[in-house]
C-alpha cells in the first residue's frame, strides 16, 4: 500500500501529558495504513522521532506492536516496520437477530478467531444469556487467562425495539415485552467483567464496513444493510455518525411508494422477510435462506422477484436521502449470497437511472464487502477502537 494514498492522519502533539492521545494516534495510524517503520509514522503524524521511539518502544514491551524484516535499500541503517500484533488486543463481538444470535471473537487486526451460532424461531433474553455465558466461557479457555485481560470489551448490535416485531414474526407479544426493560450491561456484568458496548444492529454493521471495508474510499455516504428488516447507517466526516439515541439511518422507515401506489415504509418493501413471506407462499420452506448464505439458485424466480422490487425500492429510498445530505456514495450489504447482493446492487443502480433526479447529485450505488457477519464484526470493532483508537479524524489535543 502507498502511504500517501491513504487520506492524511490526525497529527500529534509531544507534551508528555498527551501520551494517551499519542499511543492512540501511532496504533490508528498502523491500523489504518498498515505497517511502517518509525521515520514514516514521524512524518505522518508530526510527532518527533523521539517521540514516536520511545512511544513504539513502549507498546512493543506491552505486546500491542511487532517488528517486521528490516528494510534495506535505503541509504543508512535498515528500517524496521512497526505493525499491529495479532495477540495485543481482543474484542467480542454479538448479533442479536431475529433468527438467531451469533458471537465473534476477533483481534486487533478484526480478524475472526471463534464464533458461536445460536438459532431460534425468535429471540428472547434468557435462552441469549444462557447461549452468551457458554460462548464466553469457550473465550476464556481459547485464550486462557493472560488473553482475556486483553479483550477490549464486549460489543452488542441489536435492533431497534425487538418487542415491536410481533406482527412481522408472529413472536408472542409476551416473551417480546421482555425485551422492554431488558439491560445488557446488567445482564453480562452478572457473568464476566468486559466493558459492554450497545449499538443499533445496522448501524454496526456500517462500522464494519467503514472500518474493514469499502467505507475508505469516501468521507461522506449512506449505507444500506438489507437483513430480515432493513437498516443502515450515516457516514459523515470519516466517522459512523449514531445520532443522540443511536439510531441515525434508520433507514428502514423511510416512507416509500408501492407499485400499487400505496405509501409503505421501506422495511416492509425491501426487506428479506418479504422473500420468506413469497418463499413460504409458494409452499416451500424459507430456512434455508437463513441457513445458506452462499447459495439461494433453488428458489429462483422467487429471488428474481425481490431484487427486482426490493431493487427499485432501494434507488427510491438511496434518492431520498441524498435530498437531506449530499452524501457521495450509497453502499449496499445484507446477509445474503454475495451474488444475490451482486445483482441487488445493479438492480439498484439501474433503478436510479430512471428516477427524477433534478437539483441532487446522483450518488454511486456501491457493493458491500463484508456481507452477513457485518453486525457481529462491526459489534466487535466498537470496544476495540474505544479503547485502543482515535475516532476518525479526530483532531490533535493542545
Known sequence: ??????????????????????????????????????????????????????????LEQDGMLSRGSP?????????????????????????????SATLVLTNILGDTLLDR???????????????????????????????????????????????AWHDTIGAPQSDLDAWREFDFSV?????????????????????????????????????????????????????VFDGPFTNAGAFGSLPVRTQAGQIRQLIDTASLHLLESKIRQAGRDPSAIWQDLTDWSNFGVLVDDWISMAGSQLATAALTVCSVIDFEAIVIDGSMP???????????????????HRGLHVPQIVEGRIGPAARERGAAAIPIHAKHFLAPHARAKT
Request: charged letters at 20%; a positive charge; hydrophobic letters at 40%.
Open 117 to 163: 451460532v445460536k438459532r431460534y424461531d425468535y429471540p428472547r433474553p434468557a435462552p441469549i444469556m444462557d447461549f452468551l455465558r457458554q460462548a464466553l466461557d469457550d473465550i476464556r479457555v481459547h485464550l486462557g487467562p493472560r488473553g482475556w485481560d486483553r479483550i477490549a470489551g464486549i460489543g452488542i448490535a441489536k435492533p431497534f425495539e425487538i418487542w
Open 187 to 239: 445482564a453480562l456484568a452478572a457473568i464476566c467483567d468486559l466493558d459492554v458496548y450497545v449499538e443499533n444492529d445496522a448501524t454496526a454493521a456500517s462500522q464494519a464496513e467503514h472500518i474493514y471495508g469499502v467505507g475508505h474510499a469516501w468521507s461522506h455516504y449512506a449505507y444500506f444493510f438489507v437483513g430480515t428488516f432493513i437498516g443502515g447507517g450515516v457516514i459523515l466526516n470519516d466517522a
Open 338 to 356: 454475495a451474488d444475490v447482493r451482486t445483482r441487488l446492487v445493479a438492480q439498484t443502480r439501474a433503478e436510479l437511472t430512471s428516477l427524477d
Open 1 to 58: 500500500m502507498n502511504h500517501e494514498d491513504v487520506r492524511s492522519q490526525p497529527t500529534g502533539r509531544n507534551q508528555s501529558a498527551l501520551r494517551d492521545h499519542n499511543e492512540r494516534l501511532i496504533l490508528t495510524t498502523l491500523s489504518r495504513q498498515g505497517p511502517m517503520p518509525g521515520s514514516d509514522i514521524s512524518r505522518l503524524t508530526a510527532l518527533s522521532p523521539q517521540t514516536v521511539s520511545v512511544i513504539l518502544r513502549e
Open 71 to 99: 528494510q534495506r535499500g535505503r541509504v543508512g541503517k535498515p528500517s524496521i516496520p512497526m505493525a499491529l500484533s495479532k495477540t495485543g488486543a481482543y474484542s467480542v463481538g454479538v448479533k442479536i437477530g431475529r433468527r
